[in-house]
């Protein structure tokens, strides 16, 4: 689903004339990170997440997402807005970087965290014996007392792990995330309600609101309010 969002996104801003592509896939070891800039913060967010182990051998993906020639946008869906992924957030990393799209996905880590229960208690979403293998014993299912949930804490660090990665390559590392929301006819409406709809003048909308996140000129859209 999330792959067929983002070639849908893609095309329909080639559409008009632009360079852009999806993003491949990429898989990595924490320990390509280790003589890198950010050594302690990593270790300081792993502690802070109840990591137990080695944190120099965790797996972690970079976002799908779309790319041009300045910018890698990345799209986030409800699974990565919770409290663990929040405490990623505290890091110095982010001080640093200083990223425009930080303060909403702060935001979204406090409320929206009942969106990523719905689909996060899922069998090995949850916990998984990787993740328990790092951040120890899971509650039960939505229980967030003692450990809580360790795979929501191993998804939470390895985002952190892709962020680490993606702000040190010379693209711009943006994300955007599904509860965005844009300015359609003097009303806000959730990026997903757009996404869902993949109607024609959803899409008008989303050329313009994805040039603009992607930092080229958009043509032919339409006028918000």
């Known amino acids: 689903?999330?792959?067929?969002?983002?070639?849908?996104?893609?095309?329909?801003?080639?559409?008009?004339?632009?360079?852009?592509?999806?993003?491949?896939?990429?898989?990595?070891?924490?320990?390509?990170?280790?003589?890198?800039?950010?050594?302690?913060w990593i270790e300081e967010v792993y502690k802070d997440l109840g990591g137990k182990g080695n944190c120099w051998n965790i797996p972690f993906g970079l976002p799908d997402g779309i790319e041009t020639e300045q910018v890698r946008l990345s799209l986030d869906n409800s699974l990565q807005f919770n409290r663990y992924r929040s405490v990623t957030f505290h890091s110095p990393l982010y001080e640093k970087y200083d990223p425009a799209w930080l303060s909403g996905y702060r935001r979204n880590c406090r409320t929206m965290e009942k969106e990523c229960l719905k689909d996060g208690v899922r069998r090995g979403l949850w916990t998984n014996p990787a993740a328990e293998s790092h951040f120890g014993s899971a509650q039960e299912a939505g229980d967030f007392f003692g450990a809580g949930s360790p795979g929501w804490k191993l998804n939470a660090f390895s985002d952190?792990?892709?962020?680490?990665?993606?702000?040190?390559?010379?693209l711009k590392h943006k994300r955007i995330s599904e509860y965005e929301r844009l300015m359609l006819q003097g009303k806000l409406t959730p990026l997903?309600?757009?996404?869902?709809s993949r109607s024609e003048g959803s899409q008008l909308y989303l050329v313009k609101y994805l040039s603009r996140q992607l930092e080229i000129t958009a043509q032919n859209s339409p006028a918000e309010g």
Request: hydrophobic residues 45%.
């Open 160 to 170: 952190f792990l892709a962020d680490v990665f993606l702000f040190q390559i010379p």
């Open 1 to 40: 689903m999330q792959q067929s969002t983002l070639n849908y996104l893609a095309d329909i801003v080639a559409a008009q004339g632009n360079k852009v592509f999806t993003t491949r896939p990429e898989q990595h070891s924490s320990s390509i990170l280790k003589k890198g800039p950010a050594v302690e």
């Open 192 to 196: 997903n309600q757009l996404l869902v």
